[in-house]
């Protein structure tokens, strides 16, 4: 039963000509399926519905040809072809009473084209913001008039695609509409350009088109961002912000409000809070008597409703929080407020857009998987046959594994050779700044010691002879992966040979023992080949023991692919605040007593550095030494009635604690089959059967 203090969450609210049954908004967001995928799309859509988020956005929709976000798969509005793609989302969306949203987009210099090959198109001429060797080309008037008619066509066959609110988008530093508005890239000199005035006059105009084209049955909103966080150097929510919000106050029907760029707006766990965005955009609200739906991570219901009746929002917006728990909804209404998973704020989300791929989630594996896979986050088929599986490992792909085999119906017991629960969820979680990540695991037990068909066992290491004499029929082997400490990783794939033993560190050593496991005068060297985040998260927890810290990398930056999730500059500017020099390009090519020699990655021009202990971030061996010992003995597993024996998580190959997750789920989903069935496809949809 629904806390009545959660029942303003539910109330209704009118968006122009439509209503939305609650407050929850599900803002958009990408999910790498976009026009190349439309099931996919479609399905996801419809089960954010489902789960009951009142309105159900769209991805990016390109708008014209010149606005080609190729490779990244955006959704896509060129012409009358692309409405059937679309049609499939807004009637898996309606099909749940929700409404669907629409984020159309011109990105301006934020494309190089590369499929349409057309020139960009920009206020004024400039090269484009990503890196390809293209410029763009200064609009005259005869081109923003043309712009104006392609949103206007792009709306009307919105509208005919049965969306219910239709997005003006000049948000994130990425649209044509808010490049319009930005002093920085509009350096025009007449009626658009110059004064805060003249450089909304585009973005005034495109609102009034779509209102007049659109605005009798569909909702007209504007998401836009009232802060960059760059100071004086760019838009403030206390000065232009908030000046656009006086001047088109009562325009639209909705307010749509966020920070800019993206890597602001969806800032992770560990640079920011829960609400974090309220101290920008919570004016808003004071401005306008149309509703204003705002971001911020927000998982908590107590702090969604503390910020509906404190007057800043009107909608709860949610993007990552509903990838996570697309049921979030649901869950606050029935009062199972324990059942929600929620966000981590580890943005591997995010990272699907910036690859190019269907996004994937750390808390919810069904996520990108709904359509192709037919999973559901909620609901998995029961065993036509229940038997007894023994999952060995209590980390994150284990305790997935037992939760879901045991929502099938399986006995199911979970042994851990520790004390805690978790695995590298636990320990990664008591680094700086990765608490939330624990919620991985708090999610799983929590729903584990709710099944009477399942049996956690802690301080309980088990040989291969033991699991046979368990006789359990199936065992899953999730022990995890650790360190290494010999410097194989991408830069060395041999082991480094030089080594001095006595004062090496693995990120296990530090996790297990904190900073007090650096015993050694003199610098502390970490060699970080992982490329991610954890030689970072290290630097700091050495770095704040008062510790000198040399941060060396093959890579030009610190952390590369955390570039994926939004995190590289936030990461490399938190090392510099901390007096962490970086060395960036060199490998470590030898070691001394009191040194390690540094090599250039170009010309293997060497020098030496003082070193007092080297902390290795490289790459993980898998515990599989069970495995093996199993496969020795395997002559006795049918005497034994082991039927299977299945490696899964980071024993089998070492990933990303999110890949773990969804190795134990499709473990779980796939039991019953020898080999597991191939995902659909839509990639040869058109093509002629032959």
Not at 228 to 242: K, P
Not at 331 to 339: P, S, T, W
Not at 479 to 495: E, F, K
């Amino acid at each position: 039963m629904r806390d009545p203090r959660f029942d303003v969450l539910f109330e209704p609210v009118k968006i122009g000509p439509v209503t939305t049954r609650n407050r929850f908004y599900q803002v958009p967001h990408c999910t790498g399926m976009g026009h190349r995928y439309p099931q996919a799309e479609a399905r996801l859509r419809g089960i954010k519905a489902e789960g009951g988020w009142g309105v159900v956005s769209t991805q990016e929709t390109e708008i014209h040809p010149t606005s080609d976000l190729t490779p990244s798969n955006q959704a896509r509005l060129w012409s009358v072809d692309d409405i059937p793609a679309l049609r499939l989302v807004t009637d898996a969306v309606h099909e749940h009473g929700s409404l669907a949203a629409i984020q159309l987009a011109h990105n301006g210099l934020h494309t190089a084209n590369r499929y349409s090959r057309l020139i960009p198109i920009a206020p004024s001429s400039a090269l484009v913001d990503v890196d390809d060797p293209v410029q763009a080309r200064a609009m005259d008037k005869a081109d923003i008039a043309e712009f104006r008619s392609w949103h206007v066509a792009a709306a009307k066959r919105a509208k005919e695609a049965g969306f219910d609110i239709i997005y003006v988008y000049a948000g994130h530093e990425m649209t044509l509409l808010h490049h319009f508005l930005l002093a920085r890239h509009n350096h025009r000199t007449d009626e658009y350009g110059g004064s805060l005035e003249n450089r909304l006059r585009l973005f005034r105009e495109v609102i009034e088109d779509t209102k007049e084209a659109v605005g009798d049955t569909c909702a007209v909103a504007v998401r836009m961002a009232v802060d960059e966080l760059l100071g004086a150097g760019g838009m403030q929510f206390d000065a232009e912000g908030r000046d656009i919000i006086e001047a088109l106050a009562e325009e639209p029907d909705l307010w749509d409000v966020n920070l800019s760029d993206w890597s602001n707006d969806s800032q992770s766990a560990r640079f920011s809070q829960e609400g974090f965005q309220q101290e920008y955009t919570s004016f808003v609200k004071s401005m306008t008597t149309k509703p204003v739906v705002g971001v911020g991570r927000f998982t908590s219901p107590d702090t969604m409703v503390r910020v509906i009746k404190n007057g800043q929002l009107d909608l709860i917006g949610a993007a990552r929080p509903s990838i996570a728990d697309p049921f979030l909804p649901q869950k606050i209404a029935a009062g199972a407020l324990e059942a929600i998973r929620e966000c981590i704020g580890c943005n591997i989300c995010v990272m699907g857009d910036n690859t190019n791929t269907p996004l994937r989630c750390t808390q919810n594996p069904t996520m990108a998987e709904e359509w192709r896979r037919g999973w559901h986050p909620e609901s998995i088929p029961a065993l036509a046959e229940p038997e007894q599986y023994l999952i060995v490992g209590g980390g994150p792909s284990r305790l997935e594994a037992g939760r879901a085999l045991a929502a099938r119906g399986a006995d199911v017991t979970v042994a851990e050779a520790g004390t805690q629960w978790g695995g590298r969820v636990t320990r990664e979680a008591n680094l700086p700044g990765l608490a939330t990540w624990g919620r991985v695991r708090d999610w799983r037990l929590w729903q584990l010691q709710q099944m009477q068909n399942a049996e956690l066992y802690l301080e309980s290491p088990l040989t291969a002879d033991d699991l046979l004499e368990y006789g359990m029929p199936h065992i899953a082997l999730a022990t995890g992966a650790t360190w290494r400490a010999d410097g194989v990783g991408r830069a060395h794939r041999r082991p480094m040979e030089f080594l001095d033993p006595e004062r090496i560190l693995t990120p296990d050593d530090l996790m297990t023992r904190g900073a007090a496991a650096v015993n050694k005068e003199g610098p502390v060297v970490i060699f970080d080949d992982d490329r991610f985040y954890m030689a970072s998260v290290l630097a700091e927890l050495i770095a704040d023991a008062g510790h000198e810290v040399v941060f060396v990398t093959p890579t030009p930056i610190v952390a590369p692919w955390a570039v994926n999730t939004l995190e590289q500059a936030r990461i490399q500017k938190r090392l510099i605040e901390r007096n962490v020099t970086i060395i960036p390009l060199r490998t470590v090519s030898d070691m001394s007593p009191e040194t390690v020699t540094l090599a250039c990655t170009y010309t293997g021009k060497a020098h030496e550095i003082a070193c007092g202990t080297l902390v290795l971030v490289t790459s993980r061996t898998p515990n599989d030494t069970i495995w093996h010992d199993l496969n020795a003995i395997k002559d006795r597993w049918a005497d034994a009635g082991v039927r299977s024996v299945t490696r899964i998580g980071d024993c089998y190959a070492p990933g990303l604690i999110a890949m773990a997750v969804q190795a134990g789920h499709a473990y779980a989903r796939n039991v019953e089959f020898d080999v597991p069935p191939e995902p659909l496809r839509e990639d040869f949809r058109h093509l002629p059967v032959r």
